[in-house]
């Protein structure tokens, strides 16, 4: 591994499903953020990860939960999808907790919820 | 509120100069960002400024006035490969990044 990987690379799932995207880095940053694109919208927060252990909600939480038990992954679960989830899912680490150390970002989940 | 804004879109010729302005309001601020993002592909970092001024890296260079709330990403010698979008972003006081939608940039010969 090099870098930051998600999983699946894309997905199509039925509303009202569970789902849980996968991110892994294997650079020891500290800190972790999922993010979401949508066209014609910049990146969206949904929630970061200071450093392991630690968890906090960004601009556009609701529905979605995370977990940070190690360094190394922070997944990002979706409880019972709906269609207005459907985007392309970013991660990104960086190495500082101050947030102004650069953001890697993973190759994204693209996402389909019908 | 907290608000990037820059071009949904600009043309260039190869082997041309373009300028990306960006303009932010944001609750505090820790500096600007700039990232491209090839279409299908993850944004990669192009550019930090926390001071004022120009900060030249080879064919890309970046302008931050803070009194201003400006910034600016000039490329240079454009080359096809620079067809992309540019996200400019910035730093509020909690650290967190506040994106713009992204300028896209087309290419022509």
Redesign the interface.
């Known amino acids: 591994i090099a870098g930051i990987t998600q999983a699946p690379t894309s997905q199509i799932l039925a509303a009202g499903r569970r789902m849980t995207l996968r991110c892994t880095q294997d650079m020891r940053h500290n800190a972790m953020y999922w993010y979401r694109q949508d066209l ?6 949904i929630h ?1 990860s200071n450093t392991a252990g630690t968890t906090g909600k ?1 601009e556009v939480p609701d529905g979605y939960s995370v977990s940070r038990a190690n360094t190394d992954d922070f997944p990002l679960t979706l409880a019972s999808a709906v269609p207005s989830q459907t985007s392309v899912y ?1 991660c990104a680490s960086s190495g500082g907790r ?3 150390d ?7 989940t693209r996402l389909t919820v019908l | 509120g907290q608000n ?1 804004d820059q071009p949904t879109e600009m043309t260039a010729t190869e082997g041309a100069i373009v300028q990306i302005n960006c303009t932010y309001q944001t609750s505090g601020f ?2 600007l ?1 700039w990232y491209q993002q090839h279409a299908g ?5 192009l550019s ?1 400024n ?1 001071l004022d001024g120009l900060e030249e890296k080879g064919r890309f260079s970046s302008f931050l006035s803070r009194s201003k709330g400006y910034s600016y990403l000039l490329l240079k010698e454009l080359q096809m490969k620079d067809s992309a979008s540019y ?1 400019c ?1 910035a ?1 509020d006081s ?9 300028t896209k940039l087309i290419i022509k010969p």
């Open positions: 014609g919208l910049g990146l969206r927060l970061y960004g970013f101050s947030g102004t650069t953001q890697y970002f993973g190759p994204g | 990037i820790n500096g960002f592909e993850a944004p990669t970092f930090y926390v996200l972003a730093l909690n650290y967190q990044l506040i994106w713009g939608a992204g």
